[in-house]
């Protein structure tokens, strides 16, 4: 063998950050000696096709093995035939042949004789070594600090001197460190890329929730979902948080996160909703570059992200059965694969879902896996809506609306008693967020002044009278209206809002419902017909025949 040629390649891989590259060399240069018949290079890996390897058998221990990542050599010692053959090998137990062996004692082997070099070779390559003239071999691994990290073999035509097995040793020492410092600089190139995307992420996420962030609350059903939270924060048990739009459950997911013991790594928010079904690998599990038309890069997926800590998966009922499949198998296995990678990675990720579906219904419907939903659905939690939450209004109101003034840069006066009456006697089909949006456009459009919320809930007195609708004829539910009222002498702020809503469709009904112009509803009962409008929607009056707001 060539010694100048075993000097380069001890200083080219050196200087080399891949590992793809580093074993490249050493094959291409070993396989380029004229004596060599085949060298190959084995890194130590999982078991991962056990159930269709071919040398299964010989594995006492389907954990981990021999994985065959660069092989080279000449073509003229054997025929095609007998390279397709030795591919057909690409996994080596530890213990078994002649490299497993190797590997398993982590010891150099050199044999000069020709019979014992072809005995410990499978028995589908023994015509091969016979052909090609094997007369030799030497195995070396891979150590670094005491790790194996792989093994090299090589098989000659002729024997291996000891000087020439001193130079190969002293190359597997070389080829150990090389591969050490390429994977150290692999996983700091892979960690930096997955931090700056992190860092982007979170970026959007306190630009999109800047003033959002905190639970509020005193009712007992708020108390309840606290304790829920104090119970399930510590394992890592996946929660399920069911309820109503806008009743706050990503600020729950957060809470969960911040109170486990991953709360140093990253919380990853997934709207399910807003994948379509071709992205949702690449959105959920990333790719590689050239994986597809307009893979410009590599994208690293949403779990990878998650690696070691929270995957928030907001409307998870939203998603296609087919992408159910895929999400169950990575929550099941924690491996995925990028697209256009054929490197089965692992990942550490605690789960949390959200839906306002009812997925047992959306089960029996045959929309959402049932395998699925007892997956995610270890710790229900059940986030109530804002109108069982009324001794929660007070405070939310004062929270969101102190932000609202903050965020707006605007003085405006702080809440009356009456106005924090009001809202609390609104229902909230919107919940937290429909609170939230009603006091921001609360505070834009009364520009400084005092704060109007009668354009966006209606104007609602306390003590008037409910107005008749003149006509021909009066309805039962408006002369018991009027005889109430005169019998009694008053009405609380709910009969109030109730009458009204009912004096407001009646005279909907009387006109056909009609609200602007000549005749209309809104001039039966003396009101602007914005105003009307603005009622109609704060009240969730809708027209039946159309379902939208009259």
């Known amino acids: 063998m060539n010694f100048e040629r075993f000097q380069s390649i001890t200083t080219a891989v050196a200087q080399e950050r891949s590992v793809k590259t580093v074993l490249k060399m050493i094959v291409d240069g070993l396989a380029a000696q004229p004596d060599v018949a085949i060298v190959r290079m084995l890194m130590v890996d999982r078991g991962d096709i056990c159930a269709r390897c071919l040398v299964r058998d010989h594995c006492p221990d389907q954990t981990r093995c021999l994985h065959l990542v660069a092989t080279g050599g000449h073509p003229s010692k054997g025929t095609a035939e007998d390279w397709n053959i030795s591919r057909e090998y690409p996994r080596v137990p530890f213990g078994a042949f002649n490299s497993g062996v ?51 073999t090589v098989y000659c035509c002729a024997p291996i001197s ?40 979170l970026r959007e996420e306190v630009k999109a929730h800047y003033g959002n962030g905190e639970m509020v609350g005193q009712s007992e059903a708020f108390k309840q979902i606290v304790r829920q939270i104090e119970v399930v924060a510590p394992t890592d048990a996946s929660v399920l948080l069911l309820g109503e ?77 087919e992408s159910q499949s895929k999400l169950l198998n990575v929550l099941q296995e924690g491996e995925f694969e990028r697209i256009g990678e054929d490197h089965t990675r692992r990942v550490n990720v605690r789960v949390i879902a959200a839906t306002n579906r009812d997925l047992k219904q959306e089960m029996a419907a045959g929309r959402f896996r049932q395998d699925l939903y007892y997956r995610l659905n270890t710790f229900p939690i059940e986030v109530p809506p804002l109108r069982a939450r009324l001794d929660d209004i007070s405070l939310l109101v004062e929270h969101a609306f102190g932000q609202a003034r903050r965020r707006m840069n605007l003085k405006i006066a702080d809440l009356t008693a009456q106005q924090v009456a009001q809202l609390q006697g609104y229902d909230w089909p919107g919940n937290i967020r429909e609170l939230h949006n009603v006091l921001e456009r609360a505070v834009i459009i009364s520009e400084g002044g005092p704060l109007r919320l009668d354009l966006l809930l209606g104007n609602r007195p306390a003590t008037n009278p409910p107005v008749r609708i003149p006509g021909p004829q009066m309805s039962e539910s408006s002369s018991f209206l009027t005889q109430d009222f005169m019998t009694q002498g008053f009405m609380t702020q709910e009969e109030i809002k109730r009458r009204e809503r009912e004096n407001i469709l009646l005279a909907l009904e009387r006109t056909g419902w009609k609200i602007y112009g000549r005749g209309g509803a809104a001039e039966l009962l003396g009101l602007k017909p914005n105003t009307l409008a603005a009622r109609l929607t704060a009240m969730g009056i809708r027209r039946p025949s159309s379902g939208r707001p009259a």
């Open 102 to 152: 190797v590997g398993a004692e982590k010891e150099p082997i050199l044999i000069n004789d020709a019979a014992r070099t072809r005995e410990w070779v499978p028995d589908s390559v023994k015509e091969w070594a016979v052909r090609a003239g094997f007369q030799s071999f030497a195995g070396l691994p891979l150590v670094f600090r005491g790790e194996l990290l792989g093994v090299f």
């Open 245 to 321: 739009t806008g009743t706050g459950k990503e600020l729950i997911a957060r809470a969960i996160h911040e109170s486990s013991l991953r709360r140093r790594r990253p919380l990853i928010k997934v709207n399910c909703a807003s994948i379509p079904l071709e992205l949702f690998e690449s959105e959920f599990f990333g790719h590689t570059k050239g994986a597809f038309t307009g893979a410009v890069r590599d994208r690293v997926g949403r779990f990878q992200l998650a690696d070691g800590g929270t995957i928030f998966l907001d409307e998870v009922g939203e998603l296609r059965p």
């Open 162 to 201: 000891d000087t020439e097995y001193r130079w190969l040793r002293a190359l597997a020492d070389h080829a150990a460190i090389a591969v050490a410092n390429a994977r150290a600089f692999e996983e700091i190139g892979a960690l930096r890329e997955q931090l700056e995307l992190q860092n982007a992420y």
